[in-house]
């Protein structure tokens, strides 16, 4: 129930997971990232989000392992703080408050309390210093970390230009064309510096730098795509460099393995690069990877490695090179061309993904279900290179059919094409049907599906409108072409204009029967069957920046918004405004479930929230101050079930729920609920015991488990089960406590091991059920058979009594009489 306090605004996805260098657990199953201020938990196996942590006020900028303890896990932000998770648990254990902006973390073994942060130098601008930070001990959660000490000034702003040696014995850093080398020990500092001219094309200015694991051998990357491994740097005059090249353009990060025999590079290219003994010679790759490659994280053990891209996918690849899963979030696209987009079949967002891709963004996963390749090109990496790109996209009401714009940007005369997709049951997916080149003779502004319901195939009709001062209207025909693959295209019916004015907006009204489209200050209203012009709207200054129509009790209304801070709405019936608002709406946006509309202003670098009907002026609902920055998009998701309100003022919100993106693409939500309850309670659940190695000692514990939990299931064998249930405390006991509060291994074997066993005296039913045949047998020979009929059903009767009273006990003379019954054959009646 959505409580009457108000709604929070929460940001349910977008996070950008290539902010910081992700981190493997121990035993490499699961992977840690950091995602905008929160902290993402995937499983390597089966790419689910397992856990999200958040506690930060800020953008996380580094997390890292605790080298004491690898359950537990530390991560910084530019809040000023460093938090200590049980990551296992979701549970922060200690936040230390540095108070200051946190750009960066190391933490190392040698380096019990302390752990090291890249923070700004104070009374100096873009200058920074690595320091030392003590973490206090204390009883409490939440401490105060200022002790600091300065280990190395100028260094910079990124995590990918410091890297730690040799387990802590010396620390690297770069900048510009600067190389720093600070030995802990010796409390020596050399500096080495490469030429700032550029010479043959070449660029020396370090982007990242790695330490080998063992050697001393520092490799740095740089701007022109070449990699230096640098040695005997303990000297400043007598060391040493050598170079690899095979980057064209910016290296972006290295890492070496483990062992240090092979070292990993990506760049912009989106190949991984894997050199081999230092060597240029002996080099493997991995290309195709979809985007540039930001940051590359290894394994404790060294089979897996990760890449975090620039368009926020993580990569998990094996120690062979080879691809083996991919987590992808939202893409951040330079620029949402289409708008937030509701698919009707998957309620998924759909939007600019990979340049010429359309992404399905799945809001309950925060992940993406697929990628759509609409301009089926391959895109050139190439700085000012004109390319086609994605503009618009529609959906039918059903799903059925997809409409998709794109447009090659040139000075004179822009290519356009316009696609029609149609979704096939058989493959799951969307076939191109329709392709028609220049639609319009300049730019389309926009373009929308007539919703009819279940009848949308037999009158389906898609209109868009251009910059060339026409809006054209387009229907299905059948294909005549007998070497055609399918029944159908598209074609034009129809071409309006009004007054040679730019057509900018264009919606339906609900039930299909009016057509609104905008041209300029004006917007117009046509008949949908014999597009006669019905009347028009205006209310200067400023041209129509959106319009809509209103939906159910509301559908006799139209609602404009124009550049210059009006918001309107006009009766149909009357043809005459019915009421207006000054405010400058950037965003509108209705509810398809029901009457509400959703504005959203911006105004004195504030975004407000107004959620109104167009029968009432006053809104329902208002919120101020909704984010931090600019909200762009905005759309109505549909809600698998509805949401019980408590107050008339959150109704809106009962079939819909509102997702809105903002300029830095974030994506955002109103909501009552905490954000981790998106999770299920499952995936939630992190056992302590999958992460145990595979040792005889474990495949004991999951054997016995095994056992018991079939023996549970098999009613027959009542004794046995009893056995295990008893013997179940013991072994629990032994294998859940804590080594060290446990008595000595020679104390508790015995009791194990008997545990394990089954005792003699405790019988199965099959051997007492034997038992007792052959008593009967061998008592049979002794028995008399000169007894009548009479007191044989006398006898019977009193048996029958006795079944009927077996929770009573019985006396010995009893159980002797009964035992005397049974003894009893009566085989002779059988001749009667």
């Known amino acids: 129930m959505v409580s009457a306090r108000g709604l929070r605004v929460v940001r349910c996805g977008g996070g950008a997971l290539s902010g910081a260098r992700a981190v493997f657990s121990a035993d490499s199953k699961y992977l840690l990232c950091a995602s905008g201020d929160f902290v993402k938990v995937y499983s390597v196996t089966t790419e689910e989000t397992l856990r999200l942590m958040g506690g930060h006020a800020d953008l996380v900028t580094g997390i890292q392992l605790n080298p004491h303890n690898h359950m537990q896990l530390y991560s910084s932000s530019l809040d000023g703080s460093i938090k200590l998770w049980d990551f296992m648990d979701g549970i922060p254990i200690k936040t230390f408050t540095v108070g200051c902006k946190l750009l960066a973390l190391y933490t190392l073994a040698s380096a019990e309390d302390s752990v090291f942060v890249v923070i700004p130098k104070k009374g100096e601008r873009d200058t920074f210093q690595l320091v030392s930070v003590k973490l206090t001990k204390g009883a409490g959660q939440d401490l105060e970390a200022k002790e600091l000490l300065v280990v190395l000034d100028g260094v910079g702003a990124s995590a990918k230009q410091i890297a730690f040696g040799r387990e802590g014995e010396y620390v690297a850093s770069v900048k510009e064309v600067n190389l720093q080398v600070y030995f802990f020990k010796r409390k020596l500092l050399n500096r080495f510096s490469l030429r700032a001219v550029k010479t043959k094309g070449g660029d020396n200015q370090f982007s990242c730098v790695a330490c080998h694991p063992t050697e001393d051998c520092i490799a740095t990357g740089h701007a022109d795509g070449k990699i230096r491994l640098w040695r005997n740097f303990h000297h400043k005059k007598e060391y040493t460099y050598s170079a690899l090249h095979w980057h064209h353009d910016i290296v972006m990060d290295l890492a070496f393995s483990m062992e240090g025999t092979r070292l990993l590079s990506g760049g912009v290219e989106s ?25 590359i994280s ?101 799903g059925t059919w997809l409409a998709t714009v794109e447009e090659r940007e040139e000075v004179t005369d822009p290519e356009l094409e316009l696609k029609l997709w149609f979704y096939e049951e058989e493959t799951q997916s969307f076939k191109l049907n329709t392709r028609i080149n220049t639609p319009h003779d300049n730019h389309i502004t926009d373009m929308c599906f ?160 107004f959620v109104f009907k167009p029968n009432e002026p006053r809104p329902i609902y208002i919120q101020r101050n909704l984010c931090k920055e600019k909200i762009l998009l905005a759309a109505f998701v549909p809600r698998d079930e509805p949401e019980t309100t408590g107050s008339e003022k959150y109704l809106w919100l009962r079939r819909s729920q509102l997702f809105f993106l903002t300029d830095t693409q974030e994506l955002m939500t109103l909501s009552t609920k905490p954000l981790e309850e998106r999770l299920t309670p499952s995936s939630k659940q992190l056992a302590v015991e999958e992460s145990l190695p595979v040792t005889p000692f474990s495949l004991l514990l999951g054997k016995h488990r095994r056992q018991q939990s079939q023996e549970d299931t098999d009613l027959g064998k009542l004794v046995v089960h009893n056995k295990h249930e008893q013997a179940s405390p013991a072994v629990k006991e032994l294998l859940h406590t804590p080594a060290h509060v446990l008595p000595s291994a020679s104390f508790l074997c015995p009791i194990f091991i008997n545990s394990l066993l089954i005792s003699k005296e405790n019988k199965s039913t099959e051997e007492v059920v034997d038992e007792v045949e052959m008593e009967s047998e061998k008592t049979e020979d002794d028995s008399d058979e000169e007894r009548d009929v009479t007191e044989m059903e006398q006898e019977d009767t009193s048996h029958m009594e006795l079944l009927g009273e077996m929770t009573c006990k019985l006396s010995k003379s009893q159980e002797k009489e009964l035992r005397k019954i049974r003894k009893m054959d009566y085989s002779w009646i059988s001749a009667f």
């Not at 190949?271 to 940051?295: A, M, T």
């Not at 229907?475 to 004015?501: I, L, R």
């Open 298 to 398: 290894m394994s404790s053990d060294g089979a897996l490695c990760c890449t975090l891209h620039a368009d926020n996918r993580i990569t998990i690849i094996n120690s062979n090179l080879r691809f083996s899963r991919s987590i992808q979030g939202l893409i951040k696209s330079r620029d949402v061309k289409t708008g937030l987009v509701v698919d009707p079949r998957t309620k998924a967002l759909v939007m600019n993904g990979e340049p010429g891709h359309l992404q399905f963004y799945c809001l309950q996963s925060d992940q993406q279900l697929f990628s759509l390749d609409i301009v089926q090109r391959q895109y050139i990496h190439e700085a000012g290179l004109k390319q086609s790109d994605l503009v618009k996209v529609a959906f039918s009401a059903q």
């Open 450 to 609: 007539r919703d009819m319901g279940e009848l949308e195939d037999d009158s389906l009709i898609l209109v868009t409108t251009g910059r060339d001062c026409v809006f054209k209207v387009w229907v299905m025909v059948e294909d005549t072409d007998p070497e055609a693959q399918q029944s159908v295209s598209w074609s034009c019916d129809f071409v309006g204009s009004y007054h040679n004015y730019q057509a900018t907006n264009c919606c339906f009204s609900e039930d299909g029967s009016l057509l609104a489209v905008s041209f300029e200050e004006t917007v117009t209203v046509w008949d949908s069957v014999t597009w006669d012009l019905k009347c028009t709207f205006c209310h200067p200054p400023g041209n129509i920046r959106n319009i809509c129509f209103g939906r159910l009790t509301c559908s006799k209304y139209l609602i404009g918004a124009t550049d210059y801070g009006f918001l309107c709405c006009w009766n149909l019936l009357t043809c005459a405004l019915e009421w207006s608002a000054h405010l400058n709406i950037v965003v509108l946006q209705p509810d398809p479930l029901s009457e509400h509309i959703a504005a959203v202003s911006w105004l004195s670098k504030e975004s407000s929230l």
């Open 271 to 295: 190949v991984l690069v894997q050199w081999h003994n230092e060597s240029s010679c002996q080099k493997d790759f991995l290309p195709r990877l979809g985007s540039p490659i930001e940051y």
